[in-house]
């Protein structure tokens, strides 16, 4: 994430909380399955990626890239102005 200008030494995984799937317009999973909390009128997008622990830099930059063009994506989607 460095050698695209995002310092992440500082994050660390955190669990999806039902107070934040609460204040959520759209609640992004990456396989959390069952464990996530579910409430009525959200918008779900379970994102399907491999699991980056333990791979080379190499093999991580691909899966980087694509959640990095699917957030841009699902931005633009909710930023967009009617015409």
Do not use: N
Request: hydrophobic share 40%; aromatic share 4%; glycine share 6%.
């Amino acid at each position: 994430m460095a050698e695209i200008g995002i310092d992440v030494s500082r994050e660390f995984p955190k669990r999806l909380t039902s107070d934040a799937v609460e204040a959520a317009d759209v609640v992004i999973t990456m396989g959390c399955g069952d464990a996530c909390p579910i409430f009525p009128g959200k918008r779900y997008l379970d994102w399907q990626l491999e699991d980056p622990a333990g791979r080379s830099v190499e093999h991580v930059r691909p899966i980087r890239d694509e959640i990095d063009r699917r957030v841009r994506d699902l931005l633009a989607e909710l930023v967009r102005v009617p015409s």
